[in-house]
T-cell receptor
C-alpha cells in the first residue's frame, strides 16, 4: 500500500524566502509528526498532530516555523524567511495510534543558499 | 524531557560477525523503544521495536533487549551481511505518546 508521501523531494531556497513542505500520511493514520534531520545526526522532533489538533509544537526552533493539518490528513510545514541554519532534511511520519510505530516519508531536503 | 544516548557512533565488523549497539534513556516513563535503519538518502525504516512489558524480542537475525531498571536497551544483529550496512537509530517514546526521541545514530559497516 501507499506509504507516507512528502513533496517536494528537494527544495533550494534563497535566504529570506518562504517555503512550504507537504506531507501525505498513510490513510487512516491518526498521528502525524514532523522531524528535522541535520546531516549525520538523528531526527529531531519538531511538532505532533493528533487528527487536526496540534498537541505539541515544543520542537519548533523559532516562530518562523509553522505547521498545520486542517482536515486531519495532509499536513504542511511552513518556514518563513528561511535562514542557512534551516538547511536539513525534513521528515514526516505517521502512525495509526499515538503509541504505535512511526512510518516515515522520504523527506524533503531543504537547502538554503 | 527525554534524552537518548547511543553508542558506538561507528561500528565496523566482518561479514558473519555479530554487531551490538547500545542506548540509554533518561525518562523512566518511556515505554516504547523502536529501532530504525536508515540507508544513505533514504527514509528511516522500522526494523524492530520493544515495549516495556517485555525484556527481549527477536526477529530472525535481529534481537532487542531492554533493561528497565538500568534504563538501557540494545540491538543485536547476528550473522551480519554487507546489506546490513547503514545508520541505525534507537528511539524512546514516553507514555504520553506524543514524542519519539532519537539517539545520535550508529554507522554500521559490514566488510565482505
Amino acid at each position: 500500500g501507499a506509504g507516507v508521501s512528502q513533496s517536494p523531494r528537494y527544495k533550494v531556497a534563497k535566504r529570506g524566502q518562504d517555503v512550504a513542505l507537504r506531507c501525505d500520511p498513510i490513510s487512516g493514520h491518526v498521528s502525524l509528526f514532523w522531524y528535522q534531520q541535520a546531516l549525520g545526526q538523528g531526527p529531531e522532533f519538531l511538532t505532533y498532530f493528533q487528527n487536526e489538533a496540534q498537541l505539541d509544537k515544543s520542537g519548533l526552533p523559532s516562530d518562523r516555523f509553522f505547521a498545520e493539518r486542517p482536515e486531519g490528513s495532509v499536513s504542511t510545514l511552513k518556514i518563513q524567511r528561511t535562514q542557512q541554519e534551516d538547511s536539513a532534511v525534513y521528515l514526516c511520519a505517521s502512525s495509526l495510534v499515538h503509541t504505535g510505530g512511526l512510518h516515515f516519508g522520504n523527506g524533503t531536503r531543504l537547502t538554503v543558499t | 524531557g527525554e534524552n537518548v544516548e547511543q553508542h558506538p557512533s561507528t561500528l565496523s565488523v566482518q561479514e558473519g560477525d555479530s554487531a551490538v549497539i547500545k542506548c540509554t534513556y533518561s525518562d523512566s516513563a518511556s515505554n516504547y523503544f523502536p529501532w530504525y535503519k536508515q540507508e544513505l538518502g533514504k527514509r528511516p525504516q522500522l526494523i524492530i521495536d520493544i515495549r516495556s512489558n517485555v525484556g527481549e524480542k527477536k526477529d530472525q537475525r535481529i534481537a532487542v533487549t531492554l533493561n528497565k531498571t538500568a534504563k538501557h536497551f540494545s540491538l543485536h544483529i547476528t550473522e551480519t551481511q554487507p546489506e546490513d550496512s547503514a545508520v541505525y537509530f534507537c528511539a524512546a517514546m514516553s507514555n504520553a505518546g506524543n514524542m519519539l526521541t532519537f539517539g545520535g545514530g550508529t554507522r554500521l559497516m559490514v566488510k565482505p
